[in-house]
């Protein structure tokens, strides 16, 4: 059996950040991902990061990626690929699936940091070919090169919608409405101007009635929605698209750290069920540690932190750091996490972020 020191499972951003603060301290570090290519949502970002100069705004998501995984390899950290964990057992084995055998890992340490995955949308028509996640869209035309329709709906408007929405455009696609069914936009200004300025209409208080069809998407009639969220009679449009993207919200894919037996707490803004973690990032079980979306859904900035936490922590845990030293690395991290959870953006993922670090003591 094989064996390390810490075993991260996911190599999305909050991964690998975990894995280079780790292998910095001298630990010995095994990056797993179900993917053939690790960096995750990174590769699928063109788009220049918002923020400040320390959370690298002006670079572009995938350049991060680069950069991180230039990292891994230099500190020697372990990273194996198309290697699908399937289960968390006793004295942390790991098992898991690569090139069609199945394997098995013990490590001292366990860093969960799974990601997320997209929500879908109920409508008539909803399994037709065509109707996709914003996400999947999104790899198709910035890690495949392939454009998923050249007539596109986007249901959401989120920051993925928006800069998916924009993405698509630049890939050559015709981005004919974007409708959220709340009764204002989700995601940021600048972005929703960008498309806007673009002659992208964005519809609020409109949702899907049906997508039209046989064997794929052929169009969508869309209606608008009252104050209480039904349907208005007589608003009903219909749009000549061919493609229905979906950005209606991501879920933490927590389904390792319920067999693992961690203990979780319900948070909506947060995506759902949580596992609940204290401010290492550590769960109800001990040396057992989560980062990034699995933590609750948030920009891929506020994963990374997360998972350099991660990383300080285990490391610490191990030996690797002295208590002031990790005291002073952490509190940096601490300061950064928290000047991205400011602003109207910021607020509700801080207070929740609160309320789950209050569930952690109140286990204690």
Known sequence: MKTTEIAIIGAGPAGLSCAVEAAKAGAKVTLLDENLKPGGQLF????????????????????IGEQLLKETEELGVEVLLNAAVYGIYENKTL???????????????????????ENALAFPGCTLPGVMGAGAA??????HRVLPGKKILMVGSGNVGLIVSYQLMQAG???????????????YGVHAAKIRRAGVPIYVSTTIKEALGTEAVEGVVIHSLDEKWQPIPGTERTLDVDTICLAVGLS???????????????????????????????????GIYVAGDITGVEEASSAMEEGRLAGVASAESLGYYDEDTAKRLKDEIWQRLNSLRTGPFGEGRFKAK????????QLA
């Open 44 to 63: 699928k970002q063109i788009h220049k990061f918002f923020g400040s100069r320390e959370h690298q705004a002006g670079t572009r998501g995938f350049r």
């Open 95 to 117: 098992a898991y699936v690569k090139d069609g055998k199945d394997h098995a890992l013990r490590a001292e340490r366990i860093v969960i940091a799974a990601g997320a995955s």
């Open 138 to 143: 999104q790899t198709m035309i910035n890690v």
């Open 173 to 187: 696609a015709e981005v004919k409405a974007l409708i959220e069914a709340a009764p204002q936009i989700g995601g």
């Open 252 to 286: 933490p894919l927590t389904e390792l750290a319920w067999m693992a037996g961690c203990e979780f707490t319900f948070i909506p803004p947060l995506g759902g069920h949580v596992p609940i973690h204290d401010e290492n990032m550590e769960t109800t079980l001990p």
């Open 354 to 361: 609160i309320k789950q670090l209050q569930a952690r003591r």
